[in-house]
């Protein structure tokens, strides 16, 4: 008998039985489709437009939502619900490199300040990049630009993620999106390995180049505080944007 799986009850060992299981698996699945769409939806959503989104029935979404509010994972302003605090600080504890949003944080920060740029660090997860880290821009709002976005591949960002690079910097003329330039480069750990990818997005018409030198210091910047252990350094009020 597989005792990961049994249950003890007046000392007689049973399994959990495959329907149960499964309604349970179903249960979890439900819950993360509509905490996704919370986070797609990027405000809030009423209980219609969630159970459209996710195609799961009022009912359903209504008892989840209660059982979310709950443990915190979702908070509820009278018939509008949202991502809750709780949600928030177990994704904080999710570290793709060991680090690496410490060590970027005043980096991404200073390099907003110096270029206007909308900054975003991405890490490769799968077939997508996924911004574990951002500050907004210029950009603002014709390209938000937030933690835990997901984007395609064959972005600046992207590229740079896929592989050693020669010959500098990846640079998109508004090759994605009209009207949006970026300059991309990889972020190394100390042992040479590229862990993530630094990026800055500016209005067309702005010179890449400058852009590109400002993204690079920027990356190592962040290699150096990985080299350090990736400390948490207080961010001054000086570097700071509205």
């Not at 003329?173 to 997005?201: H, I």
């Amino acid at each position: 008998m597989d005792t990961g799986t049994a249950r003890r009850t007046g000392g007689v060992a049973r399994t959990a039985a495959p329907g149960r299981q499964e309604r349970g698996r179903g249960v979890l699945e439900g819950a993360f489709a509509l905490l996704d769409a919370l986070r797609r939806n990027g405000d809030e959503a009423g209980v219609t437009e969630l159970a459209l989104a996710c195609g799961v029935p009022k009912g359903s979404v209504h008892r989840l939502l209660d059982q979310l509010v709950g443990v915190g994972a979702v908070e509820r302003k009278g018939n509008r619900y949202r991502v809750g605090p709780q949600l928030y600080r177990l994704g904080q504890a999710w570290e793709p490199h060991p680090g690496l949003r410490p060590a970027a944080r005043l980096p991404l920060q200073r390099l907003r300040a110096a270029t206007g740029a909308s900054v975003v660090l991405a890490v490769l997860r799968e077939d997508m990049a996924i911004t574990v880290s951002s500050v907004p821009g210029d950009l603002e709002p014709l390209l938000p630009v937030r933690d835990g976005i997901a984007f395609r591949l064959d972005t600046a960002a992207g590229k740079a993620l896929r592989g050693p690079l020669r010959g500098g910097p990846v640079l998109d003329r508004e090759d994605v999106m009209e009207g949006v330039c970026c300059a991309a480069l990889p972020v190394r750990a100390p042992d040479g390995r590229t862990v993530a990818a630094l990026a800055g997005m500016v209005p067309a018409g702005r010179g890449l180049d400058a852009l590109a030198r400002a993204v690079a210091e920027a990356g190592a910047a962040v290699t150096r505080a990985l080299a350090r252990g990736g400390r948490r350094t207080p961010v001054p009020t000086t570097a700071l944007v509205p």
